[in-house]
């Protein structure tokens, strides 16, 4: 058979095409079912039939009827199995049915003619009716009726030729060939109705397999955004006792958290850029990198003119492009110079929290209010804060407080938020991640995750 498939992927074209197959041969089967069922409870119920038109030739005619059944069970059975074709199993059964009603017709007395030739003509309405046969096949199967039709008149029929066309078989050859032409309409109805279905599927299977392209590469997107995050062994080096809570809207994120060594100093940093999912993810990649050649390449220690400079090259770089982008990001870093015990942070719209252990109160050392990626010479300044013992220390981006949710679908905003870290402050740091965390998916509920969401909080001991 032709492939039905326009498309020009040999894998797609065979998934289809092997479809199609199945799909029209369980159509066939379920048609061939509906035959078999009906054949085996109504063939031998015409005994009744006999009974009254033929009563002299009843017991021939049911042990013929009877051997037709014996036939259909096993023929069904077969098929249901799929140990035999439908196509050949409902063959099978055509010619041995119509071969045994031409044979009655043949013999029957004069006045019982027209009630055997009415079954005859149902006999073949009914096969055409239900079962899908090509058009050649059915014009073989009109062509054997019509001849087994002739055969045994010539053969066995005690009425003259006639006298069978005027009492029923006129009508049985009339009726056999337009059903034969329905049957015709309605194997191409039937073809075209899978082809529709099938061909719809394809449509369905080429946006899956676009579908499944688009993600595989996201996902590889993934990995390679991963490598510019610090891995769990790197924090806990530094970091004993902290916790991060890090969920991308999509696969890929927007938000990034970055933390890097300088001799005896540790740059630690959350960083929100603009959008989400792959836009947000490159300009993630943009942002460290820039973030990284200040620290590591130009010398500098000072988060505000870390800050300061970072905003000059994504200036820079995308004033280079045609398209103008006003995108950017906002920062929270933090320096902690191991030899003393103080924190240095500079911010660009993110905020650092600071949980007093001894005053058991929680402090925001607030950020520039500017983004990074603002035009112009602009300035961030740095703020120093005294490390005291057993203090807490968070940075987040906006996510986790803009995130809608609980009964009334609202948004959770900033003040509840906070109200919850000072709540938690406490408790050991990773039981406070789990509570955020169990917070906010108690939050959002089934609701959709509105932006990324990263949360880190960390002890200096």
């Avoid at 062994?233 to 994120?253: A, C, G, N, Q, W």
């Avoid at 988060?303 to 280079?320: A, D, V």
């Amino acid at each position: 058979m032709k492939s039905i498939s326009k498309n020009n992927d040999p894998l797609i074209k065979n998934e289809v095409d092997n479809l199609f197959r199945k799909r029209f041969y369980e159509k066939i089967l379920q048609r061939s079912k509906v035959l078999f069922i009906a054949s085996m409870i109504l063939y031998p119920a015409w005994a009744i039939n006999d009974y009254i038109f033929a009563r002299d030739l009843f017991y021939l005619f049911l042990g013929l009827r009877l051997l037709a059944l014996v036939v259909m069970l096993v023929c069904f059975i077969l098929m249901v199995k799929r140990k035999l074709h439908p196509y050949w199993a409902t063959q099978i059964i055509f010619l041995l049915v119509v071969t045994e009603i031409a044979y009655m017709c043949a013999i029957v007395p004069e006045d019982s003619l027209i009630p055997y030739y009415i079954g005859f003509s149902t006999a073949f309405a009914a096969y055409y009716s239900v079962v899908i046969i090509p058009y050649s096949l059915s014009l073989l199967c009109y062509l054997y009726g019509a001849a087994s039709f002739w055969f045994f008149i010539k053969i066995v029929g005690i009425h003259d030729e006639l006298m069978y066309l005027k009492n029923g078989g006129l009508f049985f050859l009339t009726v056999s060939f337009f059903t034969m032409i329905l049957a015709i309409f309605n194997y191409r109805s039937v073809l075209n109705e899978v082809k529709a279905r099938i061909l719809l599927d394809e449509s369905y299977l080429i946006i899956e397999n676009k579908n499944r392209e688009i993600i595989d590469s996201i996902n590889y997107a993934k990995r390679i955004q991963q490598t510019i995050l610090p891995d769990r062994h790197t924090m806990e080096s530094f970091f004993k006792k902290y916790f991060l809570i890090y969920l991308p809207r999509d696969i890929v994120s927007g938000d990034f958290y970055w933390m890097v060594q300088k001799e005896n100093k540790i740059f630690l940093a959350v960083a929100d850029c603009t959008g989400h999912g792959v836009p947000g993810s490159l300009l993630s990649m943009v942002c460290s990198n820039a973030l990284k050649k200040v620290v590591i390449e130009s010398g500098l220690n000072n988060p505000g003119e870390i800050l300061t400079e970072c905003n000059k090259i994504i200036n820079t770089h995308f004033s280079t492009s045609p398209h103008y982008i006003k995108e950017g990001m906002d920062i929270g870093l933090c320096c902690w110079n191991q030899n003393e015990n103080n924190l240095y942070f500079a911010g660009a719209n993110i905020a650092l929290y600071h949980f007093s252990a001894t005053k058991q109160v929680l402090m925001e050392v607030k950020p520039d209010d500017l983004p990074i990626g603002f035009p112009g010479e602009i300035v961030f300044h740095t703020q120093k804060t005294v490390i005291g013992t057993d203090d807490t220390f968070y940075l987040f981006s906006d996510g986790y407080p803009d995130q809608f949710g609980g009964s009334k679908f609202k948004k959770l905003k900033h003040s509840r938020f906070i109200q919850l870290i000072e709540n938690y402050a406490t408790l050991p740091m990773q039981e406070q991640g789990n509570q955020l965390l169990n917070f906010f998916e108690e939050w959002k509920n089934s609701y959709d995750q509105i932006d990324d969401v990263t949360v880190l909080g960390f002890k200096i001991s």
